[in-house]
């Protein structure tokens, strides 16, 4: 029997390494190319994936299945030459639609909190009788992979709005974690993105299985149907008595009249209590019982990049995380207060991208007006070209009554912060670019 071939360009992609993890545990041929090794490429040769390291077009053979994501264009070598062989080319959203059909799809959608919510997920679901697949848009200690294949018929995925793919999903439950105006360059108009998400609500199959964050401005609007959860009194489920202890967040669960008490989760924030609680909903709905889904959330490790504590060292307290969002930063700073106790707060934050940059100028000036320690780097481009007078110079000179801000170039920034920090500081680097290495390097540095 003819097994086929998929070819993944740009593999080492978390979304598109993910897919090659489930086809390989399907028995699938997987090959791919990308520009470097890493570890995410060695876990992949370990599953039998083939991977180039350049990206030309005799990687590209007849018989072949392309898939892409909306980073490759239509310049690469490799879709130039799939194209003149008569390749099939699935677009990655594509792909991930074809392996959704398969199973029963619980889709994790929303603004933010995506990737915490659907690694929870599938971990809980893990840790009972369901045997999950899964695809999640980031790595957690707690899973193996960022992709699998289950026995079960239950399949976590994220649904991505950012280009609109998420409307190509089936799901027949879902989680809506919020919404925010983001990604502005694709939808244009607040009203088109609400759209958007309502036409993704109505395709849900199961209504049963849909939970929602009731304490949503948008959201609250656009469901008359579901689970709501969240923290006032007009939800479904609703999670009450937070507080914080050792790094860990403890609170109580209010669901179809019953009270599940002191649930702990090591997932510091309110923002990630209502990513706890959406999880805890849809894992009842499912049919697990408390003391498994309480089991579950006691030993969940996080994920990476998401609030992830990098360590303690010479009395200096290291979090990375991947906000890059002005209300996202603002939920980790918020987070961050309650827990730095008499701890100096510095933010290292590297903007991303020039476009989101330019049009959420004025939110970031907003946010960044009330830190007291902030160090901004320079914009990672994300592969855009520049903007004129969009730098991360100009965000300074907006926020320069503030004696404590500084712009440091990025070739300088970690030396730099060896000199800056001192004992009883509490450093978080912010952004989705380049900036997790400086917190590496600084964990090793000091």
């Given at each position: 029997?003819?097994?086929?071939?998929?070819?993944?360009?740009?593999?080492?992609?978390?979304?598109?390494?993910?897919?090659?993890?489930?086809?390989?545990?399907?028995?699938?041929?997987?090959?791919?190319?990308?520009?470097?090794?890493?570890?995410?490429?060695?876990?992949?040769?370990?599953?039998?994936?083939?991977?180039?390291?350049?990206?030309?077009?005799?990687?590209?053979?007849?018989d072949q299945i392309i898939v892409y994501s909306t980073a490759i264009?239509?310049?690469?070598?490799?879709?130039?030459?799939?194209?003149?062989?008569?390749?099939?080319?699935?677009?990655r959203s594509e792909l991930l639609q074809k392996l959704l059909t398969?199973?029963?799809?619980?889709?994790?959608?929303?603004?933010?909190?995506?990737?915490?919510?659907?690694?929870?997920?599938?971990?809980?679901?893990?840790?009972?009788?369901?045997?999950?697949?899964?695809?999640?848009?980031?790595?957690?200690?707690?899973?193996?992979?960022?992709?699998?294949?289950?026995?079960?018929?239950?399949?976590?995925?994220?649904?991505?709005?950012?280009?609109?793919?998420?409307?190509?999903?089936?799901?027949?439950?879902?989680?809506?974690?919020?919404?925010?105006?983001?990604?502005?360059?694709?939808?244009?108009?607040?009203?088109?993105?609400?759209?958007?998400?309502?036409?993704?609500?109505?395709?849900?199959?199961?209504?049963?299985?849909?939970?929602?964050?009731?304490?949503?401005?948008?959201?609250?609007?656009?469901?008359?149907?579901?689970?709501?959860?969240?923290?006032?009194?007009?939800?479904?489920?609703?999670?009450?008595?937070?507080?914080?202890?050792?790094?860990?967040?403890?609170?109580?669960?209010?669901?179809?009249?019953?009270?599940?008490?002191?649930?702990?989760?090591?997932?510091?924030?309110?923002?990630?209590?209502?990513?706890?609680?959406?999880?805890?909903?849809?894992?009842?709905?499912?049919?697990?019982?408390?003391?498994?889904?309480?089991?579950?959330?006691?030993?969940?490790?996080?994920?990476?990049?998401?609030?992830?504590?990098?360590?303690?060292?010479?009395?200096?307290?290291?979090?990375?995380?991947?906000?890059?969002?002005?209300?996202?930063?603002?939920?980790?700073?918020?987070?961050?207060?309650?827990?730095?106790?008499?701890?100096?707060?510095?933010?290292?934050?590297?903007?991303?991208?020039?476009?989101?940059?330019?049009?959420?100028?004025?939110?970031?000036?907003?946010?960044?007006?009330?830190?007291?320690?902030?160090?901004?780097?320079?914009?990672?481009?994300?592969?855009?070209?520049?903007?004129?007078?969009?730098?991360?110079?100009?965000?300074?000179?907006?926020?320069?009554?503030?004696?404590?801000?500084?712009?440091?170039?990025?070739?300088?920034?970690?030396?730099?912060?060896?000199?800056?920090?001192?004992?009883?500081?509490?450093?978080?680097?912010?952004?989705?670019?380049?900036?997790?290495?400086?917190?590496?390097?600084?964990?090793?540095?000091?």
């Amino acid at each position: 029997m003819h097994v086929k071939h998929y070819h993944f360009i740009g593999i080492a992609g978390v979304g598109m390494s993910a897919l090659a993890h489930v086809l390989l545990q399907k028995g699938l041929k997987v090959s791919g190319s990308d520009i470097q090794k890493n570890r995410i490429i060695e876990q992949l040769c370990k599953r039998g994936a083939e991977i180039f390291y350049s990206q030309k077009r005799e990687n590209i053979k007849k018989d072949q299945i392309i898939v892409y994501s909306t980073a490759i264009l239509e310049k690469n070598p490799e879709i130039i030459q799939a194209r003149k062989l008569g390749c099939q080319l699935l677009h990655r959203s594509e792909l991930l639609q074809k392996l959704l059909t398969e199973k029963k799809a619980i889709i994790v959608a929303g603004s933010h909190g995506k990737t915490t919510t659907s690694a929870l997920l599938s971990y809980v679901l893990s840790k009972s009788l369901l045997d999950p697949s899964y695809i999640v848009g980031g790595f957690s200690p707690s899973l193996e992979t960022n992709g699998r294949w289950g026995k079960g018929e239950v399949f976590v995925a994220e649904g991505d709005e950012s280009d609109g793919s998420f409307l190509k999903s089936s799901p027949f439950g879902a989680i809506l974690t919020n919404i925010d105006f983001d990604h502005i360059c694709y939808w244009k108009t607040k009203q088109a993105l609400l759209e958007g998400f309502n036409k993704f609500i109505n395709s849900i199959e199961n209504q049963d299985l849909f939970v929602y964050n009731g304490d949503d401005l948008y959201l609250s609007k656009l469901s008359t149907k579901g689970i709501s959860f969240g923290f006032s009194s007009n939800v479904k489920i609703r999670a009450k008595n937070i507080r914080y202890q050792k790094q860990k967040v403890y609170f109580d669960v209010d669901f179809k009249g019953k009270v599940y008490c002191d649930i702990v989760s090591p997932l510091l924030g309110e923002h990630n209590v209502l990513n706890a609680l959406s999880v805890f909903a849809m894992a009842i709905l499912l049919g697990l019982d408390g003391e498994t889904i309480r089991q579950a959330f006691n030993t969940f490790k996080g994920v990476n990049r998401r609030l992830e504590y990098k360590g303690n060292k010479d009395q200096i307290v290291i979090f990375d995380d991947y906000a890059h969002h002005p209300n996202e930063i603002k939920e980790v700073l918020q987070t961050l207060e309650k827990v730095k106790d008499k701890k100096r707060l510095v933010v290292v934050f590297q903007p991303h991208r020039y476009s989101r940059t330019l049009e959420l100028f004025d939110d970031f000036i907003k946010i960044f007006q009330t830190i007291d320690h902030l160090v901004l780097t320079d914009i990672y481009s994300a592969g855009e070209d520049p903007i004129d007078g969009i730098t991360s110079e100009a965000l300074l000179e907006k926020l320069s009554r503030n004696k404590n801000i500084q712009y440091i170039p990025r070739k300088q920034l970690t030396q730099s912060l060896l000199e800056y920090l001192k004992p009883n500081d509490l450093v978080i680097t912010l952004g989705a670019g380049d900036i997790t290495q400086v917190s590496d390097q600084l964990q090793v540095c000091f």
